[in-house]
């Protein structure tokens, strides 16, 4: 494999929804996730990618699921099955704890929080995309849940707007085994150029 290299000039780092719900200890997703989630360290991982991140000054960018509300999607004609499970379960509801940052990734000062998105891509009607070009960002390093549904939507979103993408493989997680494995062996490397472990991306961003 080519040497992992990145400049902070023109890579950020995408962070997919570091809620609480998802990747704490109590939260409505966690007891589905923590299994995958526990086996690969995907937690300590993901803020391990972010600590070397910001040490190295490279541009953080947050891309969250839409925090549920009273009366969201109650006058919408058609909803994706995975909204409807967000409206029957109240995922990540806005002013809770649950939906929430989960603490280790409160955004620091200066780092980019995107509109929400309303089903898995961090791109689709928000302005992701913008807040990356504004920043001058042509490449992307992903961590984040669920592997297959919003890291994976992010990152085909991601390829056909043109940017290249890093996928850290031990810094997301899913609800199964052969959920990560579909993910990560079978559909993202069709868009990912790189799909790589944390000890990889740590030593290529603290260069």
Known sequence: MTPLSYDPDNTGLVVVDPYNDFISEGGKIWPRIKDVAEANNCVPHMLEVLTTARAAKFRVFFAMHHRFREGDYENWKYLAPIQRAAWHRRSFEYGTWGGEFRAEFVPAPGEIVASEHWCSSGFANTDLDLELKRHGIQRIIVIGLVAHTCIEATVRFAAELG?????VRDAVADYSDEMMHAALEINMPNYAS??????DIVAALAV
Do not use: E, K, L, R
């Not at 940017?163 to 996928?167: F, G, K, M, R």
């Not at 790189?194 to 000890?199: E, R």
């Open 194 to 199: 790189a799909i790589v472990t944390t000890h």
């Open 163 to 167: 940017y290249d993408v890093t996928v």
